[in-house]
């Protein structure tokens, strides 16, 4: 899919404007706190209504107006869309080719993207926790059914903790450990082997992307690190056996702590770099190009899914990136449509096919 043309009117600080986005490159460059990631997080909300920037909807409102409104003419499913979104008095109004819709869930069908932001650096950087909500949301987007999976497995993983602060105290409790364990193990099953599943197609995209953002000097792997030795390969009636086998292990420990110290909830995956763990040993420009190479293959495995190849948005990706880098993002990309902003963009940069956007004060031309 691509964009065609996005409206928008007092839309934070953006000036009442139409632009016509190219089908390939565009470049939205300026100083800083001039707009450009306003145009992208008007791009996202397209997709269902939520800001990256995790803002709240009256937000969006030009300071000192009661409303406002964006409008996206894309080209998606082989026929031209319109979609049109209205924020007023913390209600938003979604109308997608003339018909208003009850809720924004509905563009989600119509409209893909992926997006990085700087915040995405915390995939690398931090705890496990951010990795996790990557992979499960990426998998919730495979399967809607997914979505009812995770969160019966979290209530299940909570019920049983509170039991196990129970036993601690009451030890004749032990026996009903067991009720939850099995649903525990099969849910989890589900959950580990849907993720084994999605990160083997994603991690040979993401070490091709990154083979070519470094030049190939630089091999990425993305790898599921599993509490209970579950790998990709195995059946899900298989990992439930090993969730089962190492939940039983660590029923004392459990019961020790209160706390369920086995299962998918804990798990992680390893971003490594030639060989070696990227939060550990990467620079911080090899830590935003892996990051930007786990974008860019989850959005072939979205365009694998729904036919349709996804919008890609990129804030503020450039700095900190040498020129091959900054050159394989400007120029290198191939089948999508991709939004950039940066604050610099020298002339000798060359932008081969793409489209420039100056924003000043929330002009755009
Ligand atoms: N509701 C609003 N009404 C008016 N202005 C707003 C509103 N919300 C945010 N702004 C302003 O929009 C300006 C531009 O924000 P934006 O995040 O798009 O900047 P940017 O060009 O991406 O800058 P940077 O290069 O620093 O990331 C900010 O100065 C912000 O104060
Ligand atoms: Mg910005």
Redesign the pocket.
Known sequence: MYVRSLEFKNY??LVDNKIEPGEKINVFY?N???????VLEVLWLFCGGHSFKGAKEN?????GEKFAKIKATFFSQNREQEAEIIFNNNRKEVVINGVKKNSSASLIEKFNAVVFSPEDLTLVKRGPSARRRFIDSAICREKLRNAIVISKYNQTLNQRNALLKDIYRHPELRDTLDIWDDTLCSLGAKIIFQRLSYIDKLSSDAEKYHYGISDNTEKLQIVYSSNCSAKFGDSEQEIFEKFSEYLKKSKKDDIQSGLTNIGPHRDDFNIIINGRKAKVFASQGQQRSAVLSLKLAEANVLSELTGENPVILLD?VLSELDNKRRDFLLNKIKNYQVFI?T?ELSEEEGLKNGKKFL?KEGNIT
Do not use: L
């Open positions: 934070r600080n300026g800083n706190a001039q707009g450009k990631t306003n937000e969006f409102i030009k300071f503020d902003t604050c924003v």
